[in-house]
């Protein structure tokens, strides 16, 4: 599954909203430089003016897409685009006071301070939101995981493309050369993990996203490979390509500078990925909620049954193999792991990626069996919903000794 981009104006929120705190800022210390300290609400017509700023703010910013690019906008152009969306912003309230008369009401003086005030602050706010978005905007768990698969001549270039319109979206994971085998080399710091022949079996194992082809036409990409990687929900991004083995859903976007053809098993718009969020959020509460009433009962006698934490957490692995911490009710004895090893002859998943027999001595005696029997063990994995590492709807997260599914 795959999100697409959001517009510029949804997908710059922060900045949209940074503005408007902007504008309200320099309009009441106008108010307060020309009438002294004083509460401009309360009057109604100073109320009403700060509204319609606002509510003409909105429409400007939607309307003239005014932070689109605004992450990859210089300090000069910044300043020409403040200074286009304050004037244009200033201009039409002071058309709304022509056209209602009330401009004779209102003190001109505070439109101009505002407006210089506005600019300034406007201008200021931006570079400070710039400066801390590219410096905190992701957590390196939150970035997506992208694999580079490129040639040998053009790989240098590539990295750095890429890395200096990233803004701390992708972790560079690896590249892989289709043109020879350098695995165990680095290039500007990323290593190079995989060749042509083992990159899916590369995929497997490890925590990857989104696979990036920045490939010349003349060296073709094997529709197995293509194949393989939607199978198992890697999103493919293609430079400059159009490919029909990609299949029906395919967008255009950006991606590091580059204009890219992306496929994904399953797309979705921003939102349905809102709406699904929502349901886990809500989903999420209620059984936090559950989980805390059950943990009156249970934590207690998972304690006087087996000393020690009631509630069990354990790293397994989440969409495309990210690691993430997963928290249970303790079902078992706090030995349990160390006396797996002696019992793996015993284990009834031949194939050995779970572990599962009849009358397994490591579950507490009572309790364990009954919170196991009743699932009541999982409630404590509302919280991982909570948080987003899982959803109400998903597959069961696996043990990081298993490594993917296919979703064709």
Known sequence: MYQKE?????????FTICDMLCLQLAFVLAYWIRNGIDQPYETELYRNVAVVMFLIQLMVTFFNESFSGVLRRGMLVELKKTFEQCTLVCLLVL????????????SR??????????????YCGRQALKKFLKDHRYEESEKRSL???????????????????????YH??????????????????????AGKEDMISYIHKNWIDEVFFAVPKEIPIPEQMIKDCSAMGVVIHMRLATMKSLGKNQV???LGGYTVLSSSIHIVTPRQMFVKRA????????????????????????????PGPAFFSQVRMGKNGRPFKIYKFRSMYMDAEERKKELMKQNNIKDGMMFKMDDDPRIIKGVGHFIRKTSLDEFPQFWNILKGDSGIIGTTKKNLDFTRVSLA
């Open 172 to 193: 560079l994971a690896g590249i892989v050369f289709m043109d020879c085998d350098k695995k165990g080399a680095s290039v500007c710091g990323v290593p190079v993990v």
């Open 6 to 14: 959001n517009s510029s104006w949804v997908k710059h929120a922060d």
């Open 95 to 106: 058309a709304y006071m022509f056209l209602l008369r009330i401009g004779n009401n209102y």
């Open 109 to 122: 003086m505070i439109l101009l301070i505002t407006y210089v005030l506005y600019i300034c602050f406007s």
């Open 252 to 254: 255009v976007e950006e």
């Open 279 to 306: 349901m886990d959020i809500a989903g999420g509460l209620v059984g936090c909620l559950f989980t805390g009433i059950a943990a009156i009962f249970l934590v207690p006698a998972i304690k006087i049954k087996s």
């Open 147 to 169: 694999l580079i698969v490129t040639v040998s001549e053009n790989a240098d270039n590539v990295v750095e493309t890429i890395r200096k319109n990233n803004y701390g979206t």
